[in-house]
T-cell receptor
């Protein structure tokens, strides 16, 4: 079945370090891909998205490129800040059969950034 | 903000009692979703709706029912709450370009 696998956390980095959170997917068809972020005690917020192969989503210094050949959508940021501490979720959305565009999530990766 | 609210935000209940959670949107979107979030599982789909009175089951629908009598409201009912339904529940709406927006969540504790 369709699924999303993202790297296990927690991930702890120092401020200004480079961030990569790996995400790979398995899907029948051509999904749209998303990264959501959840700050403590809050709901999920859309961080970025990409709807077709080679698209790059970007927002707030974060980037991810839709790689069809490696079925990946890795999240990167060149210089993290303490305020980036949160849980990050990779997700896919498909429209075929009965899927109705439902999101399938990875299990989340907790990021802690130390000053 | 996507104009989506959930009520109540926190609830404590006892095993065997019915519980109803409400999701309200002001965006007039057709699709609405209920997810639960549990440690180690990410978010899992419970039920979703693709229009008034049109609903379908998700991955973890056992023990839950939903209703949508108006575009703006999507109700989730735990028919007889169990401790395994202790969780954080999120509602989401989907816009015309496929993006889902989430409410603030409801923390439910079943004793």
């Amino acid at each position: 079945g369709d699924s999303v696998t993202q790297m296990e956390g927690p991930v702890t980095l120092s401020e200004e370090a480079f961030l990569t959170i790996n995400c790979t997917y398995t899907a029948t068809g051509y999904p749209s891909l998303f990264w959501y972020v959840q700050y403590p005690g809050e709901g999920l917020q859309l961080l970025l998205k990409a709807t077709k192969a080679d698209d790059k989503g970007s927002n707030k210094g974060f980037e991810a490129t839709y790689r069809k050949e490696t079925t990946s959508f890795h999240l990167e940021k060149g210089s993290v800040q303490v305020s980036d501490s949160a849980v990050y979720f990779c997700a896919l959305s498909l429209f075929y059969g009965g899927s109705q565009g439902n999101l399938i999530f990875g299990k989340g990766t907790k990021l802690s950034v130390k000053p | 903000d996507a104009g989506i609210t959930q009520s109540p935000r926190h609830k404590v209940t006892e095993t065997g009692t019915p519980v109803t959670l409400r999701c309200h949107q002001t965006e007039n979107h057709r699709y609405m979703y209920w997810y639960r979030q549990d440690p180690g599982h990410g978010l899992r789909l419970i039920h979703y709706s693709y229009g008034v009175k049109d609903t379908d089951k998700g991955e973890v629908s056992d023990g839950y029912s939903v209703s949508r009598s108006k575009t703006e409201d999507f109700l989730l009912t735990l028919e007889s709450a169990t401790s395994s339904q202790t969780s954080v529940y999120f509602c989401a709406i989907r816009d015309r370009v496929e993006t889902q927006y989430f409410g603030p969540g409801t923390r439910l504790l079943v004793l």
